[in-house]
């Protein structure tokens, strides 16, 4: 399969979650790019395997023999012994024999080609291919879910990934306020209790980043597991990945009517059932047959008048067959197979009332998202310039350390805050993609 990422849809899968620090950022050698994550889950991932055998499956059953248009021929083919007691009487002359042994030898061939059943062979084509479409429809829907699920596990690496680097700077920032608390001491400007706060904020920090660093750990795995490899960690990923900031809800409505997976399984399911409706219509009609064949047959008698019987003869003719009456099973086939044609209708139904539904909440979680994300990189603006000053008027002494502190924190809570954000939006997006038919081509 693939991925369109000319056309912008999936490398604009992960918004910029980049460093909202002022830390440099820049990707090793091996760092796993979004397109690469993808190709790699769709050749490796085992779902996406499984789904394709079921699709191969399906195809390999779209065949004409399925359907019965070709012809069937069979072979066979018997030699038995029997061991027998005979008394046989001639004009009064009796004769028995013991442990008489008898052979017998049997072969034959046929071959038979309905010429005639009721039209089913077509109706029974028709559902194999719409089934065919169907299982297809399931595959892309397997696939697509599996790629958003690849999307929002690298998203959340990324955001793992920075979320550390905030933790980085908190703890060079609480760090450096542990520095110069002590040279205040030293100069008789600070006390004692300012310095070990100091230090229990720095250990707090530090504390914080060891948690974030398991939790990036754990998403690396998970990542590297959807990716199908066995290692037990995943690679690297960007540090900056897009947001996609431009989707249209009338727009995404229109290309799901046409390409979701979802509409496509509940039409082709429909199609499969109206087949149905055909194949058990087709009981109505007489069924005819052509036939050739020959047979072969030879018995050898241990005793008697005959020591062996041979016979071999060649047979060909057509059958015609008709049910008269079967005690009303064909009426009741035919009436369940239509209310299975109604009830795949009501599914199809259901399913467009689902999709029009999940889009709609999937639209506002993302139209939300991407609200709180311009709100929160205005909160980091000025968090970030805050500790700026906050930390040279600590220097100067101006202010306390519990002042710098709190500051710091509000650095730290809006940088987490943002990367969150971008996150949610970044799944939103995905899942609207997805929903849509979108992430795969």
């Known amino acids: 399969m693939r991925i369109p990422f000319g056309v912008g849809l999936l490398l604009a899968l992960l918004s910029s979650v980049g460093a909202p620090t002022t830390t440099a950022q820049t990707s090793s050698p091996d760092t796993l790019s979004l ?3 993808v190709q790699e889950a769709l050749t490796a991932n085992y779902d996406v395997q499984v789904a394709r055998n079921d699709a191969t499956i399906a195809e390999n059953n779209v065949t004409r023999g399925n359907a019965g248009y070709l012809p069937r021929a069979t072979a066979n083919g018997r030699a038995s012994q029997s061991v027998a007691n005979s008394t046989v009487e001639f004009g009064g002359t009796e004769q028995s024999d013991s442990g008489v042994v008898s052979t017998r ?9 309905t010429l005639f059943d009721g039209f089913r062979r077509g109706a029974t084509y028709d559902r194999l291919k719409a ?11 397997q696939v697509e879910l599996v790629v958003a699920d690849v999307v929002v596990a690298y998203s959340d690496v990324a955001r793992l990934q ?8 908190a703890v060079g920032i609480s760090e450096e306020r542990l520095r110069i608390a002590r040279l205040r001491k030293d100069l008789g400007s600070a006390s004692d209790l300012e310095v070990r706060q100091a230090v229990v904020d720095l250990n707090t920090d530090r504390a914080d980043r060891l948690r974030a660093r398991a939790d990036l750990i754990t998403a690396r795995a998970q990542l590297a597991r959807l990716l199908g490899r066995t290692v037990t960690e995943g690679p690297p990923v960007s540090p ?4 996609n900031q431009d989707l249209q809800e009338e727009r995404l409505r229109d290309i799901a009517a046409e390409q979701s997976p979802a509409l496509r399984q509940a039409d082709q399911a429909v199609r499969a059932a109206r087949e149905e409706v055909a194949e058990v219509q087709s009981d109505w009609f007489p069924s005819l047959d052509l036939f050739g064949g020959y047979s072969y047959s030879r018995t050898e008698n241990g005793a008697g008048a005959f020591q062996f019987n041979e016979v071999s003869q060649f047979e060909y003719g057509a059958a015609l067959a008709f049910t008269i009456f079967d005690g009303f099973e064909r009426q009741r086939r035919v009436e369940n197979a239509r209310v299975r044609v109604q ?4 599914l199809r139904s259901d399913a467009e009332a689902r999709l029009s539904a999940e889009i709609t909440g999937a639209f506002e979680r993302y139209g939300n998202r991407v609200a709180v994300v311009d709100l929160e990189r205005e909160n980091v603006s000025a968090a970030s310039a805050n500790v700026d000053v906050a930390l040279e008027r600590f220097r100067l002494g101006t202010i306390t350390s519990v002042e710098l502190r709190e500051v710091q924190q509000q650095q730290i809570r809006a940088e987490s805050r943002l990367l969150d954000a971008r996150f949610e939006a970044k799944r939103a997006e995905t899942e609207l993609l997805r929903l849509t038919g979108q992430l795969v081509d």
């Open 162 to 169: 920075q979320q550390v680097d905030v933790f980085d700077e």
């Open 105 to 113: 030898y049997n072969a034959g061939a046929e071959a038979r080609w």
């Open 131 to 141: 089934e065919r479409d169907r299982q297809q429809s399931a595959t892309r829907e």
């Open 240 to 243: 900056t990945v897009d947001l």
């Open 35 to 37: 397109e690469a994550a």
């Open 343 to 346: 009830t795949a209708r009501y």
